[in-house]
């Protein structure tokens, strides 16, 4: 009777997951479809590498912290193993004592789990969700336990194995195993953020990994997965195609199948610069509001860390909206009724969260002056300026989603669609459209600084070669920046210049034949003055011979290298640092240590769009070995960098916070003892010296790496002359 009563059990739950994996795809097909439609051996090919995704790509993340890692496994691997098992053996009847020993392993792997991630519910770290999460452990200990004695039966002599599965306490094991699978399945068909159980997470994480949206990011038998980190270009020559993401459905639908796959452990929320900055961004708060945009609802049910900040409107509850509605509202007050557009089932307006009330449900608004709204908005517009784009959250994120594309994807609508950029933003793109560059200066003032370098102009050079018949391409095109247009930068350019004479690298610039290269308009998300500035520079490097171009810039380095060559722009880029250690490597430059003896110990600050971005860790540290200097690692370091703030426009949108980004991270260059932190990003070194040191410390020094490499050159005589005119100012000269 008990096995009957089970096994009705184990067909209902599957029936429910059934039910909510469809309403699911639903929900996910509310997105924007893809270019090309997929076929069925596309499909099937998908899926069939997500045990390689999983194992390999995930668990890589996962294993960060072991704890979790082996609770996971234990905890997921059991659970799957013995659900499959349980359908085997009760739900088809199929009785083995074989089987049952397989299922009493599996659910005591279970249940060993689910004893570590009861040990981790009864003190959460912060960062974790709590509400429905809290009963997790209860839900998993019931299921593993009852199921472990039950399958006793299957093992044991046949009258003891008939007393546990019969009668009352076989009742209560079945009771028990029921319980556990719908406190599990039942989030399955949950809507919004009404999170119960964990099967929607594994449902929609195992899609999520079979049709991820940027699969070079995962592994296979012949490669390792490379850091994908380029934004996706807009069709701006589609007449239908949005410009950004206005409302949830905007999302193409691998996205929103992503963000479904959350599972709320809040990495991303404790590693956020934003967030620890007290600014008003909690990336996995963002995401759930994605969720509950995407399924329709409120975030009252939102059981994690808030958006930072006391104001009652980033309170849950106050935020709502549906996959058809505006997700950032242009104004924080609700609008009459008669400005809203009516479709079947809910408002579509720009600005506050209208919902509307069931037909002939009381309360309902019929007066065109009365309010029919229940939320302001969906998200707060400075959340969505207060990223800085360094992409710490998706490193961290074991579910691998990309937080960042959707953030851009969203200032690409307000600032394309609506106009709406904050702080000097505007005066930037403006800036960029006018002048090419977002200081607003004329292009030829880009080489001020260099009045006396005598630097070699790339179109000159190439002119005299091709009249003397030379067909050599230029060995390395220096690609200056935006920094070039700033006194301190100017520092690390002529650091640099120097350093590449001394290695007698054969180099040259474009002059004021280079333009911006577009990385700020993007992030802000002008992504037609990002194309018109792409093209533009693709069209002039199109003109010169040269095998590779070097910048001083992260930023511009992975523009060039990683975006550009979606329009046609292929090149091999070196960030400086890169390019200085493969000079140093091929014995072109001679060092003497000892010059920088008295500079003391060094940090190094790894920039997110050289580290994160681009996988470049090795060769700036390599750099300061070869330098002879002590170097003492920050706790956030690598891969776990903390921004310095100087990404993503945050310095032109200046979303207010509780402290600065950049005195957080000179905080953790203090907590080192170092003198000197060294940089390798105009932003960086901008973000850092502008810091304060508190009252009767000394500021650490901020140096480029090319700096500390032109301090420690040793010349040979032929070319003194050359290196002389770029030999850096001393300290006391610049105060001076």
Known sequence: ??????????????????????????????????????????????????????????????????????????????????????????????????????????????????????????????????????????????????????????????????????????????????????????????????????????????????????????????????????????????PEAPLGVGKPSDFNWRQLLGFDACVQCGRCEAVCPAFAAGQPLNPKKLIQDMVVGMAGGSDATYAGSPYPGDEPRRAPGQHGGGPQQTIVGASPHARPAAQAVDSDSQTVASGPIQIKAAPGAAGEATDGDKLIHEFKVLVEPETLWACTTCRACVEECPMMIEHVDAIVDMRRYMTLEQGATPGKGVEVLDNL????????????????????????????????????????????????GDGAFDMRNQRTLRAFVQVLRAARVDFAILGAEERDSGDVARRLGDEATFQSLATRNIATLSKYRFARIITCDPHSFHVLGREYAAFGGDYLVNHHTSYMNELLAAGRLSLDATRLATLGAVTWHDPCYLGRYNGE?????????????????MQRSGFRSRCCGGGGGAPVTDIPGKQRIPDMRMGDVRETGAEVVAVGCPQCTAMLEGVVAPAGEAEPQVLDLAELMARALVLEASTQGLAASTTQPTDAEVAA
């Open 433 to 480: 459209i006018a002048t090419d560059n977002p200081g607003g200066f004329a292009l030829e003032a880009r080489l001020h600084w260099a009045a006396d370098l005598d630097l070699p102009r790339i179109a000159e050079l190439q002119a005299a070669r091709e009249a003397a018949r030379d067909p050599r391409p230029v060995e390395a095109l220096l690609w200056l």
């Open 617 to 633: 860790f090795e060769a700036p540290r390599s750099l300061l070995a070869a330098l002879g200097l002590e170097v003492r690692e």
């Open 1 to 238: 009777m008990n096995d009957t009563i089970l096994s009705v059990l184990i067909f209902t739950a599957l029936a429910l997951a059934a039910i909510g994996a469809v309403k699911r795809i639903g929900l996910w097909r509310q997105g924007r479809a893809d270019a090309t439609s997929m076929s069925m051996g596309e499909l099937i090919a998908s899926l069939a590498k997500v045990p390689r995704r999983y194992g390999v790509d995930l668990h890589h993340v996962v294993a960060r912290d072991r704890y979790m890692a082996n609770t996971h496994v234990a905890t997921g691997g059991g659970f799957v193993a013995a659900a499959l098992l349980m359908v085997v053996v009760y739900g088809f009847g199929i009785d083995s004592a074989w089987l049952g020993v397989l299922l009493l392993l599996a659910s005591g792997a279970m249940f060993g789990g689910a004893l570590f991630v009861r040990r981790r519910r009864l003190d959460p770290p912060a960062r974790l969700s709590r509400g429905p999460w809290m009963r997790l452990p209860k839900s998993l200990l019931v299921f593993s336990a009852s199921l472990f004695v039950m399958s006793l039966s299957l093992v044991l002599p046949e009258g003891v194995g008939g007393m546990i599965s019969g009668g009352i306490l076989g009742l209560v094991l079945v009771a028990g195993i029921g319980w556990g699978l719908l406190e599990m399945i039942v989030g399955m068909t949950g809507g919004g953020s009404r999170i119960t159980g964990p099967m929607k997470h594994a449902f929609a994480g195992a899609l999520h990994l079979a049709f991820h949206r940027r699969p070079a990011r995962f592994s296979t038998r012949d490669s390792a997965g490379i850091r994908d980190s380029a934004l996706l270009p807009l069709d701006l020559t589609n």
